[in-house]
């Protein structure tokens, strides 16, 4: 972000500025005490924000910042970036890295997942752990939400120089986290200071999307700036985020467009409603709300469970979701991602993809099959990998009654929940429909070719099964073989 929207201020005034005498002419600036001016014009008035609003004042948002303590992380001390000796005798550690969590609109601290996060955050490492409270701010309509949200970024920046200043610490590193609009607000604390590292989740499309990188969050507010992109699709299908990568790796689960487990279609005249009354600070009805966020929330349960599963959410370069699911994304001559916390420890950049389950825990380990026939059959082919680590489970790769004629090619992902380390061999089972057309079709399936490629390890096995007959309802076992005869 770039915007030069603020200027020096002297304490303890606020005024409206309107750019010329006519009294009638809407005020296209606002300016407060230490924190400066703030303009609806420029960059912040185009045709992606149709509605224009000047922030509230500071008494009105009421932003305040929560300290969490590792011994009780329940509980927190407020603190005040215009009292130093406070931030000396808080139990702020100038050692450790800080973690500041950030809510979007309509939303509040004191959330199940931000209880959630802190407490793995302080399982993971000890770290200094705060959550921004801008409630107030956020719990109007959405265009006036959105300028508070620049507000509240001055107002941390200004708690991350006090600290630096009160510690005599110029390179404390700070690790921001938004969720939602918090992800911008985030940004525009790195318009004013230098920070080591944000994370987006699933940061919020409407008025930020394809706007100027003063308005937004882009790769330059942070050293490093990781996405998570869970709820991006068009305005037909009521998406919550963005499309468009901002970060130096912009992660897409599934696509990124809509989450398993999700309802895929949030058009129902209820949730029209919802929308409605969600844009013009009215309470959702509870089930409206899950129907309508479910995709945009599976952001913060990714990124809180990837702090600490032994899964690595491993992730690929990928360019579309059709590419994700037949799985020839897992295939990459360029450097993998993970998804979450760890991600500024893996090589890859850019825009990856990944496949997850539809209920925690949600990482998997992917795979690409490639398995064909000599005879035609009607119905489900499962597999259970073995590894030197132990064997997944039995995983349906076809997800419903399957047609395959001889020598067809059925080509697609899969992803498993254990991790079976170096794979070695593969059960195939075949399980004939029950429809009434089953009777047309042989209750044995005589195999052509199988191949099985590893994501994480990105090696390709093969298996030699041409000619081997697998009976529906029992399975074969095959190992992995260098060639076949």
């Avoid at 752990?129 to 409630?135: A, G, I």
Wanted: negative net charge.
């Amino acid at each position: 972000m770039h915007w030069d929207g603020l200027s020096e201020m002297t304490p303890k005034q606020t005024y409206l500025c309107t750019g010329s005498l006519a009294a009638d002419k809407k005020p296209e600036s606002i300016c407060f005490e230490e924190l400066g001016c703030f303009s609806d014009d420029g960059p912040f008035n185009t045709p992606q924000r149709p509605i224009t609003s000047l922030p509230n004042t500071p008494e009105e948002i009421n932003t305040q910042f929560l300290l969490y303590s590792k011994e009780t992380p329940s509980e927190f001390t407020l603190l005040d970036y215009h009292d130093e000796d406070q931030l000396r005798q808080s139990s702020f550690n100038s050692s450790q890295e800080t973690k500041i969590i950030i809510h979007g609109y309509r939303s509040f601290p004191d959330k199940p997942w931000v209880h959630r996060l802190v407490e793995e955050f302080y399982k993971h490492d000890d770290f200094n752990v705060m959550s921004v409270d801008w409630m107030n701010g956020s719990f109007v309509n959405y265009p006036a939400a959105c300028s508070n949200g620049r507000v509240v970024g001055v107002q941390i920046s200004l708690l991350l120089k006090a600290l630096r200043k009160a510690f005599g610490e110029p390179n404390l590193q700070f690790h921001l986290i938004g969720h939602s609009m918090g992800a911008h607000v985030a940004g525009y604390v790195g318009e004013k200071v230098q920070i080591k590292r944000i994370t987006a989740l699933d940061p919020s499309g409407p008025y930020f999307e394809s706007t100027d990188t003063a308005v937004r969050l882009d790769p330059t507010d942070a050293t490093f700036v990781d996405a998570i992109h869970t709820d991006s699709g068009t305005a037909l299908d009521f998406g919550l985020g963005m499309r468009q990568s901002i970060g130096h790796i912009d992660f897409f689960p599934n696509g990124g467009k809509f989450q398993p487990g999700c309802p895929h279609n949030k058009f129902p005249a209820t949730i029209v409603g919802g929308i409605v009354g969600w844009l013009n600070n009215i309470t959702l009805k509870e089930s409206v709300k899950t129907t309508f966020l479910c995709s945009h929330k599976r952001s913060e349960f990714l990124f809180v469970e990837s702090i600490n599963t032994p899964c690595s959410f491993t992730t690929y370069e990928c360019n579309s979701e059709a590419d994700l699911h037949s799985g020839k994304c897992v295939h990459t001559d360029s450097a993998t991602g993970r998804l979450g916390y760890h991600a500024d420890k893996a090589l890859g950049r850019g825009r990856h993809m990944l496949e997850t389950f539809d209920a925690a825990p949600f990482c998997a380990y992917h795979y690409q099959v490639n398995i064909s026939g000599l005879t035609t059959i009607n119905g489900f082919i499962y597999l259970t990998l073995h590894g030197t680590n132990g064997k997944s489970e039995s995983i349906d790769i076809t997800g419903h009654n399957k047609l395959l004629t001889p020598h067809d090619h059925f080509v697609t992902s899969m992803k498993g929940r254990v991790n079976i380390g170096e794979l070695k061999s593969v059960e195939v089972k075949y399980v004939e429909t029950d429809s009434l057309i089953g009777f047309l079709f042989n209750d044995e399936w005589e195999l052509e070719s199988l191949t099985v490629f590893a994501g994480t390890t990105q090696k390709l096995s093969h298996f030699c099964v041409k000619g081997a007959k697998v009976v529906s309802q029992t399975s074969q076992k095959f190992d992995v073989m260098s060639e076949c005869p």
